[in-house]
C-alpha cells in the first residue's frame, strides 16, 4: 500500500508565498514522474508542475515564473514553492506520484487527498 501525504498551504494575501509538500511513504520500489495538480471549484483538475526522477521539470503556463517544484529522492518528497500567489491560484492542490511498488510489474498513479491554498486580501 502507497500513502502520498500532503502538508502545507492555507490562506495568503495576493504578493505572498507558501509552500506545499508531499511525501509518499508504503511498499515502495521507485518513483518516477512526481508533480502537483489543482482543481478550484466548479473547474477541472488542472497540472500545475511536474518532475521526473532526475529533475526535469514542466510548468503550467499560468505559473511559470512563480513557482517551483523540486524533490528529494531520497525522502521520497516533493515540493512546491509558491511566490508572487494571485487569487486565480486559489484551489485544492493534489500531489500525485508514479510509483512501482514492490512486487509490481509496471508503475501506477497515486494522489494524495489534496490541500487547499486560498489566497485573498
Known amino acids: 500500500q502507497v500513502q502520498l501525504v500532503e502538508s502545507g498551504g492555507g490562506l495568503e494575501q495576493p504578493g505572498g508565498s507558501l509552500s506545499l509538500s508531499c511525501v509518499a511513504s508504503g511498499s515502495i520500489s521507485t518513483i518516477y514522474t512526481m508533480g502537483w495538480y489543482r482543481q478550484d471549484v466548479g473547474k477541472g483538475r488542472e497540472k500545475v508542475a511536474t518532475?521526473?526522477?532526475?529533475?526535469?521539470?514542466v510548468y503550467s503556463d499560468s505559473v511559470r515564473g512563480r513557482f517551483t517544484i523540486s524533490r528529494d529522492n531520497a525522502k521520497n518528497r516533493v515540493a512546491l514553492q509558491m511566490n508572487t500567489l494571485e487569487p486565480e491560484d486559489t484551489a485544492v492542490y493534489y500531489c500525485?506520484?508514479?510509483?512501482?511498488?514492490?512486487?509490481?510489474?509496471?508503475?501506477?498513479?497515486?494522489w494524495g487527498q489534496g490541500t487547499q491554498v486560498t489566497v485573498s486580501s
Open positions: 500525485y506520484a508514479d510509483i512501482l511498488v514492490q512486487s509490481a510489474s509496471w508503475a501506477s498513479s497515486y
Open positions: 518532475i521526473t526522477r532526475s529533475g526535469d521539470t
